[in-house]
């Protein structure tokens, strides 16, 4: 399955509304992608403006597309129990509908700011109102936080100990992490943690502001210094079968407008999987 994250064909903070996700979903099928990463966001924008909620689903259905993960659990590193399941209500609501089975979690949390343990028995509670729902956390680490590396991700998966808890490896996060790739780390986790890949590419030299970077300046697969061939090799000899999503957060490219932005997405994406 190879598909694209929604978010990153509208300019950053774009207030979106129903016509925007109906165009969203003709540019992604018609780009040749067989689905989306949806986030709550654009479900919420959408509705506000008059689609109805069924609309939403049915218009990706009716195009061939799937919902493969729904995003973004936040809230739930620093709040109470009753918090995190006040945010995570609506976000598995829409996965149920959707067909997705993986709802993504990440935390913004400083490491200075809190420590594994309770960070794992929040996400441990997390887990488990998604358990009740025959749904999976996937968690992606980001490398200015609490859970800066791959190692550190899975040291906290350790810690959860949670059969429906995996990662999501995106290879901006991978490529920028403190210390660097490694792909030693990545081969010691077990392939079945591996929920969801999300390709991109970055040059060598880091811009200056990690988040403005990540948020507005990624590249397409390919056309940078990420060396995506020796993460897709390790995946293929781990025996990894993860969704494999396009997640290109670009100013630039978003400029050129959804529709040929997912054109350039797809196309490049098929170059770095060359039929994988």
């Not at 995003?71 to 976000?91: F, G, K, Q, Y």
């Not at 995996?166 to 030693?184: K, N, T």
Request: hydrophobic share 50%.
């Amino acid at each position: 399955m190879t598909v694209i994250s929604a978010p990153t064909l509208l300019p950053l903070g774009h207030p979106t509304d129903a016509d925007d996700i109906r165009a969203l979903v003709d540019v992604v099928a018609d780009a040749g992608f067989s689905g989306v990463q949806m986030t709550s966001s654009h479900f919420d924008g959408a509705v506000t403006a008059g689609m109805a909620p069924r609309e939403y689903f049915d218009r990706h259905r009716d195009r061939g597309l799937s919902i493969a993960t729904v995003e973004v659990a936040m809230e739930w590193a620093t709040a109470d129990r009753s918090t995190i399941a006040a945010e995570a209500a609506p976000l598995m609501d829409l996965a149920r509908r959707a067909g997705a089975q993986h709802i993504i979690a990440i935390t913004t949390l400083r490491p200075e700011t809190a420590g594994l343990g309770e960070v794992a028995a929040r996400l441990a509670y997390l887990c488990d109102i998604a358990a009740d729902q025959g749904l999976r956390i996937s968690l992606e680490f980001l490398p200015w936080t609490v859970v800066p590396t791959l190692a550190a991700a899975a040291r906290l998966l350790d810690a959860v100990n949670r059969d429906n808890l995996g990662l999501v490896l995106d290879l901006w996060h991978w490529f920028r992490q403190p210390g660097g790739p490694r792909e030693d780390v990545l081969r010691n986790i077990p392939a079945a943690r591996i929920d969801v890949v999300q390709l991109c590419d970055a040059p060598a030299k880091p811009a200056q502001d990690p988040v403005v970077e990540t948020t507005t300046a990624r590249l397409l697969p390919g056309a940078g210094d990420i060396d995506i061939d020796a993460v897709l090799d390790v995946l293929a000899a781990m025996g990894a079968t993860p969704i494999i999503a396009t997640e290109v957060y670009s100013a630039s490219l978003a400029a050129l407008g959804p529709a040929e932005m997912a054109r350039q997405a797809f196309t490049a994406t098929s170059a770095a999987l060359r039929g994988r």
